[in-house]
Nanobody, 121 residues
């Protein structure tokens, strides 16, 4: 059964770090362009970081130099290393395909439950 399972979120003080994981089941992961997204309360979901099947990465300006996306095609898992966390990083984080890198007409896989990241002193 196709499924995305995010984990690794938590509560951190500003300046702290977290490593998120996204396990992908039932999809062809190694040829997929993947991304991490986040949605804060009252805001639209936004793309945080993407990684192509070839390993090329891209980041939202707000996280450049602080977050690092990576993938393990053997484990069918994508990761997001988050350093120097700020209160405005607080959101639910999700992973899915990176449709900005996919052909027109491509659609997301079914969304997982996400993982909550809260940055507060």
């Amino acid at each position: 059964q196709a499924e995305l399972v995010e984990s690794g979120g938590g509560l951190r003080q500003p300046g702290g770090s977290l490593r998120l994981s996204c396990a992908v089941y039932g999809h062809i992961f190694d040829i997929a362009n993947m991304a991490w997204y986040r949605q804060a309360p009252g805001k639209e979901r936004e793309l945080v970081a993407g990684i192509t099947r070839g390993g090329i990465t891209n980041y939202a300006d707000s996280v450049k130099g602080r977050f690092t996306i990576s993938r393990d095609n053997v484990k069918n898992t994508a990761y997001l290393q988050m350093n120097s966390l700020r209160p405005d990083d607080t959101a639910v984080y999700y992973c899915n395909r990176d449709l900005t890198q996919d052909p027109v007409g491509s659609t997301w896989w079914g969304w997982g439950q996400g993982t909550q990241v809260t940055v507060s002193s």
